[in-house]
Structures are given as structure tokens and as C-alpha cells.
Nanobody, 129 residues
Framework: VQLQASGGGLVQPGDSLRLSCEVS????????IGWFRQVAGERQEGVAF????????YPSDSMKGRFTISRDNAKNMVNLQMNSLKHEDTAVYYC???????????????????????WGQGTQVTVSS
């Protein structure tokens, strides 16, 4: 099982950025994938989650309004489109696989990091003017 996050970079406030998470060793139809972010010295924060049955789930309306998570099964990728970026979006972004598989009901997911068992290496997003 591997996850490879990419697409980070340096952007200005108001810009957009698209992160990608390429997965291998399992099917996106069987496991949900989450995006998290972490600022140095702080706890990881859930950004978005997607699964085949439940679709996209966001931890807050603020995330839902600017971030869009999507799946591309043909490419084994989960993408995170981030629009109207702000300084406070600066963080390392990680994708991770939920530890429970095909029969899991992901509705009401709480974005607890313990519930995710495999993580990508992270990609830095810096929003600066």
C-alpha cells in the first residue's frame, strides 16, 4: 500500500492549487481517502474525505466552500482542488487511507488521524504575498 501526494507549491492569496494523491496496492472503490494538513507545531487537521459510496465529505462549511475532493479511478488518484487560497492555508498536506475497508459506512466520519493507517509523504503548500 502506497500513497504519493504531489502538487504543492508557492502561491499568492486568492490563487488556486490542485493536489493529487496517487495510490497503489489497493482499490479506491474499497477504501476512503482523506486529506489532512499540518502546520509545524500543531495537530493535523482534516480537510476532506472521499469514498465510493458516500462521496465527498468535508469537516466544515469553510472547507467545503473552497476545497473540492474528487476521485479518478482510472488513474488511481484522489485530487484536492483548492480555490481562493488564504495565508492560513499554508501547511503540509497529506493524503491518507482509512483503515477500514469495503463494508465501512463512512457517514459521520470524524477525521481522527488514528482511523487512517497509511499516509503519503506530504506536500508543502505555501500561500504568501
Amino acid at each position: 500500500v502506497q500513497l504519493q501526494a504531489s502538487g504543492g507549491g508557492l502561491v499568492q492569496p486568492g490563487d488556486s492549487l490542485r493536489l493529487s494523491c496517487e495510490v497503489s496496492g489497493f482499490s479506491l472503490d474499497d477504501y476512503g481517502i482523506g486529506w489532512f494538513r499540518q502546520v509545524a507545531g500543531e495537530r493535523q487537521e482534516g480537510v476532506a474525505f472521499i469514498s465510493r459510496r458516500e462521496g465527498a465529505i468535508y469537516p466544515s462549511d469553510s472547507m467545503k466552500g473552497r476545497f473540492t475532493i474528487s476521485r479518478d479511478n482510472a488513474k488511481n488518484m484522489v485530487n484536492l482542488q483548492m480555490n481562493s487560497l488564504k495565508h492560513e492555508d499554508t501547511a503540509v498536506y497529506y493524503c491518507a487511507r482509512h483503515r477500514y475497508g469495503p463494508t465501512t459506512n463512512y457517514m459521520g466520519i470524524s477525521f481522527v488521524t488514528y482511523d487512517f493507517d497509511h499516509w503519503g509523504q506530504g506536500t508543502q503548500v505555501t500561500v504568501s504575498s
